[in-house]
T-cell receptor, first 112, second 111 residues
């Protein structure tokens, strides 16, 4: 069974479009995250949610809006996509007090 | 100053030798430190965690932590070609409750 699953795995879209990425974890973790990995492979945190509550909101354009319907799901919606949004987006989860993060397989977003 | 810094490499090591990867961090209050391995096109995979000063060994991997020097390292003994990957150092920033990564070191093990 996949612990942290993301869909879709690949996403190619035109500038200006709106797209969503979905993430689900079956580990029973209470905290979920979105990370962005750019072309230089640098992994940077974007958001984190603990039990559906937004905990971290890094300096991310407000075109990016996370939504957590329950503690097992964290989705990322992106409006008005720009070329610079092209990256790999990773979802991750962890349990408070257990300090390791488990990552999903990533979504490679390409904006053309 | 970056929160977590690594030498981006590439680091090239002959098969069977010891690979040494280094990382420094800026937050003196940090208590949790991790090493992740990432193969090309794959997600980061946790390989080591360390929370106390000193060494922690797991198979061919040894993590070393020196909080006074704000320094973390990873040693890979008897390096294998399958160890070729990017190694990411990550530190939990206290108070901010976030895991911050270094830029990664690309390691190549030459047969």
């Amino acid at each position: 069974d996949t612990a942290v699953s993301q869909t879709p795995k690949y996403l190619v879209t035109q500038m200006g479009n709106d797209k969503s990425i979905k993430c689900e974890q079956n580990l029973g973790h209470d905290t979920m995250y979105w990370y962005k990995q750019d072309s230089k492979k640098f992994l940077k945190i974007m958001f984190s949610y603990n039990n559906k509550e937004l905990i971290i909101n890094e300096t991310v354009p407000n075109r990016f809006s996370p939504k957590s319907p329950d503690k097992a799901h964290l989705n990322l919606h992106i409006n008005s996509l720009e070329l610079g949004d092209s990256a790999v987006y990773f979802c991750a989860s962890s349990q408070t007090g257990d300090r390791g993060y488990t990552f999903g397989s990533g979504t490679r977003l390409t904006v053309v | 100053q970056k929160e977590v810094e690594q030498n981006s490499g590439p680091l090239s090591v002959p098969e069977g030798a010891i690979a040494s990867l280094n990382c420094t961090y800026s937050d003196r209050g940090s208590q949790s430190f991790f090493w992740y391995r990432q193969y090309s096109g794959k997600s980061p995979e946790l390989i080591m965690s360390i929370y106390s000063n000193g060494d922690k060994e797991d198979g061919r991997f040894t993590a070393q932590l020196n909080k006074a020097s704000q320094y973390v390292s990873l040693l890979i003994r008897d390096s294998q070609p399958s160890d070729s990957a990017t190694y990411l150092c990550a530190v939990v920033i206290q108070g901010a409750q976030k895991l911050v990564f270094g830029q990664g070191t690309r390691l190549t093990i030459n047969p």
